[in-house]
């Protein structure tokens, strides 16, 4: 009987003949020499990021990687190039600076050469937007593997039919943050460059690889899009309730804006960006980009449990022997996140698609104790509080410091508009009348004193809020209007105490309130000088009344 051999299969990697069945060229982009790897599986992007990366994987299974230097945006440093098809529709100033194309075809081939001297390149095409009519195809193309495993998460993942025909992308992304800018590039002001150029439909990182770059890249891309179509794009959680009903929540960090549209009660359509169209509101993403510090199962425990096999964790501590990773731990950077696809949440709605909201919530963190816990906003209040983007920062934050500091982001999320603030404020105005959505104010910070003096909503007060926005039980409430904000406030809610409701009660200093609620007031209106050119007088004169 002659003996059975059995071979042992060769490892695809063991063998340099082999041409992995994701191979992709890239020569059109003038990238010949590295293997290119299209839309690798998530066991795949473990695998090169343990291996070419310094990549680990968490006792939760999910993949841990750090951004390096860079733990955060670089908004200073974005560029938008000045070309003849977009100039007169670009909000030019601080927040959308000027690059020639010169200088853009010079960070461009930076960024080719470095990626050309990579072993391994990754590309992930997907689709950003989950309206079919208002979606765009996006290629991201980049050598971390975690960087493509984020924006697989990030993006809307195609089906393998979707991704068969998925022919040219409208927008690329080319990624070599490894890589710093050149500084003797006219424009470039430091080693990080992130620059967008809407005639070639291209966006070049150098000098950052912190990955939420790539991520309000294609947020960026899409804000001057979807307007331009007619449609709005906003920064804001959407959330749907069992009846249908959709809302949105907009609102700057810290102020409730993930926490309160993460309601058991209802599905979430999305938590940071969305557009709003013809056929409603959609999700612009495929995945969430949460924050993780002191993260807990108890305190947030949706977020908690989708961390797991698939899901990137950025700039986490753990324990070396364990794995167990240590939220509490900010040696590295504050801005711990964690990446996972929107399917990871239980109640999530999916397709990530709603309605016409129904209710629309401006979430603000007042650290001075004057805004009301709620306010009912008109159409025109609705603009100049959308435009202002208020919440406050607390004081003790910097040595000598006492009292709490105003910050205003236009729209909510001005380091991603293109067009001015106005052109986004009449789109909403426009969409609210058209579908009689009703806009509200919430205040989730202080009470009965300023920062130090008074004391921060509950939860459970501003869930009471929200709660009575939904079931309409507010519409019925007597109002009163607010004295210096003019915004008409409900006397009555339902689990919130009454004293609550209007500010000056909650005050045992009556002069103290006045002052500190005319210095709120006067900071609106200062900060409101810079839109009104662009700003209708009605808009103008539904902000608060000073003197």
Same mark, same amino acid.
């Not at 709620?374 to 934050?397: C, D, N, R, W």
């Not at 915004?487 to 045992?508: D, G, I, M, Q, T």
């Given at each position: 009987?002659?003996?059975?051999?059995?071979?042992?299969?060769?490892?695809?990697?063991?063998s340099k003949k082999i041409q992995p069945a994701n191979a992709f060229d890239l020569s059109a982009y003038g990238i010949t020499k590295p293997l290119v790897l299209r839309?690798?599986?998530?066991?795949?992007?473990?695998?090169?990021?343990?291996?070419?990366?310094?990549?680990?994987?968490?006792?939760?299974?999910?993949?841990?990687?750090?951004?390096?230097?860079?733990?955060?945006?670089?908004?200073?440093?974005?560029?938008?190039?000045?070309?003849?098809?977009?100039?007169?529709?670009?909000?030019?100033?601080?927040?959308?600076?000027?690059?020639?194309?010169?200088?853009?075809?010079?960070?461009?081939?930076?960024?080719?050469d470095f990626l050309n001297a990579q072993d391994v390149v990754h590309v992930v095409d997907g689709y950003a937007g989950w309206s079919p009519e208002e979606r765009i195809k996006v290629r991201i193309i980049c050598s971390r593997p975690?960087?493509?495993?984020?924006?697989?998460?990030?993006?809307?993942?195609?089906?393998?039919?979707?991704?068969?025909?998925?022919?040219?992308?409208?927008?690329?992304?080319?990624?070599?943050?490894?890589?710093?800018?050149?500084?003797?590039?006219?424009?470039?002001?430091?080693?990080?460059?992130?620059?967008?150029?809407?005639?070639?439909?291209?966006?070049?990182?150098?000098?950052?690889?912190?990955? +939420?770059?790539?991520?309000? *890249? @294609? $947020?960026? &891309?899409?804000?001057?899009?979807?307007? !331009?179509?007619?449609? =709005? /794009?906003?920064?804001?959680?959407?959330?749907?309730?069992?009846?249908?009903?959709?809302?949105?929540?907009?609102?700057?960090?810290?102020?409730?804006?993930?926490?309160?549209?993460?309601?058991?009660?209802?599905?979430?359509?999305?938590?940071?960006?969305? +557009?709003?169209?013809?056929? *409603? @509101? $959609?999700? &612009?993403?495929?995945?969430?980009?949460? !924050?993780?510090?002191? =993260? /807990?199962?108890?305190?947030?425990?949706?977020?908690?449990?989708?961390?797991?096999?698939?899901?990137?964790?950025?700039?986490?501590?753990?324990?070396?022997?364990?794995?167990?990773?240590?939220?509490?731990?900010?040696?590295?950077?504050?801005?711990?996140?964690?990446?996972?696809?929107?399917?990871?949440?239980?109640?999530?709605?999916?397709?990530?698609?709603?309605?016409?909201?129904?209710?629309?919530?401006?979430?603000?963190?007042?650290?001075?104790?004057?805004?009301?816990?709620?306010?009912?906003?008109?159409?025109?209040?609705?603009?100049?509080?959308?435009?202002?983007?208020?919440?406050?920062?607390?004081?003790?934050?910097?040595?000598?410091?006492?009292?709490?500091?105003?910050?205003?982001?236009?729209?909510?999320?001005?380091?991603?508009?293109?067009?001015?603030?106005?052109?986004?404020?009449?789109?909403?105005?426009?969409?609210?009348?058209?579908?009689?959505?009703?806009?509200?104010?919430?205040?989730?910070?202080?009470?009965?004193?300023?920062?130090?003096?008074?004391?921060?909503?509950?939860?459970?007060?501003?869930?009471?809020?929200?709660?009575?926005?939904?079931?309409?039980?507010?519409?019925?409430?007597?109002?009163?209007?607010?004295?210096?904000?003019?915004?008409?406030?409900?006397?009555?809610?339902?689990?919130?105490?009454?004293?609550?409701?209007?500010?000056?009660?909650?005050?045992?200093?009556?002069?103290?309130?006045?002052?500190?609620?005319?210095?709120?007031?006067?900071?609106?209106?200062?900060?409101?000088?810079?839109?009104?050119?662009?700003?209708?007088?009605?808009?103008?004169?539904?902000?608060?009344?000073?003197?």
């Amino acid at each position: 009987m002659s003996a059975v051999t059995t071979q042992k299969p060769v490892p695809p990697a063991a063998s340099k003949k082999i041409q992995p069945a994701n191979a992709f060229d890239l020569s059109a982009y003038g990238i010949t020499k590295p293997l290119v790897l299209r839309n690798a599986s998530v066991a795949e992007l473990y695998e090169h990021g343990i291996q070419r990366d310094h990549s680990q994987i968490a006792s939760s299974g999910a993949l841990v990687a750090y951004s390096g230097e860079k733990t955060g945006r670089s908004p200073k440093d974005k560029r938008v190039v000045r070309e003849p098809g977009s100039e007169q529709d670009v909000w030019w100033g601080d927040v959308n600076i000027p690059l020639s194309p010169e200088s853009f075809d010079k960070n461009r081939s930076m960024a080719i050469d470095f990626l050309n001297a990579q072993d391994v390149v990754h590309v992930v095409d997907g689709y950003a937007g989950w309206s079919p009519e208002e979606r765009i195809k996006v290629r991201i193309i980049c050598s971390r593997p975690y960087h493509a495993l984020f924006m697989h998460n990030m993006l809307i993942r195609p089906t393998a039919e979707e991704l068969a025909d998925y022919g040219e992308p409208d927008f690329v992304v080319l990624n070599a943050g490894q890589c710093p800018a050149d500084t003797s590039v006219e424009g470039v002001e430091n080693e990080t460059s992130v620059a967008l150029n809407f005639a070639t439909g291209e966006f070049v990182i150098l000098g950052s690889e912190y990955a +939420g770059e790539i991520k309000k *890249g @294609v $947020f960026t &891309i899409m804000n001057y899009l979807l307007p !331009k179509r007619g449609v =709005l /794009s906003m920064h804001c959680s959407a959330n749907v309730d069992s009846e249908g009903h959709a809302a949105l929540f907009f609102g700057l960090s810290g102020t409730g804006k993930t926490t309160l549209s993460a309601d058991p009660k209802t599905n979430l359509i999305g938590d940071d960006e969305h +557009g709003w169209g013809p056929n *409603g @509101v $959609f999700n &612009i993403e495929g995945g969430c980009y949460a !924050k993780c510090i002191n =993260l /807990s199962p108890e305190g947030e425990p949706e977020i908690y449990h989708a961390i797991r096999f698939g899901t990137v964790l950025e700039n986490t501590v753990q324990d070396p022997v364990t794995r167990d990773v240590d939220y509490s731990d900010v040696s590295l950077t504050q801005n711990t996140r964690a990446s996972y696809p929107i399917e990871f949440i239980p109640h999530a709605e999916i397709p990530c698609v709603g309605d016409h909201p129904r209710d629309i919530v401006f979430l603000t963190c007042d650290a001075f104790g004057v805004l009301p816990p709620v306010s009912l906003l008109t159409p025109e209040q609705a603009m100049y509080h959308f435009i202002s983007g208020y919440t406050a920062k607390v004081a003790g934050t910097e040595v000598g410091v006492t009292e709490p500091s105003a910050t205003f982001s236009a729209c909510f999320g001005a380091p991603f508009l293109v067009w001015h603030p106005a052109k986004y404020a009449e789109l909403l105005a426009g969409m609210m009348r058209q579908h009689g959505s009703r806009a509200y104010l919430v205040n989730t910070g202080w009470s009965g004193g300023a920062y130090g003096t008074g004391e921060r909503m509950s939860l459970k007060v501003t869930r009471a809020i929200i709660d009575a926005i939904h079931d309409e039980r507010l519409l019925k409430a007597e109002t009163a209007s607010d004295e210096f904000f003019g915004l008409k406030v409900p006397r009555r809610c339902p689990h919130v105490p009454s004293e609550l409701l209007l500010p000056e009660n909650a005050w045992a200093d009556k002069a103290a309130y006045e002052k500190t609620a005319r210095k709120l007031a006067g900071l609106f209106v200062e900060n409101f000088k810079k839109y009104e050119a662009d700003t209708s007088a009605e808009v103008k004169a539904a902000g608060p009344r000073v003197g």
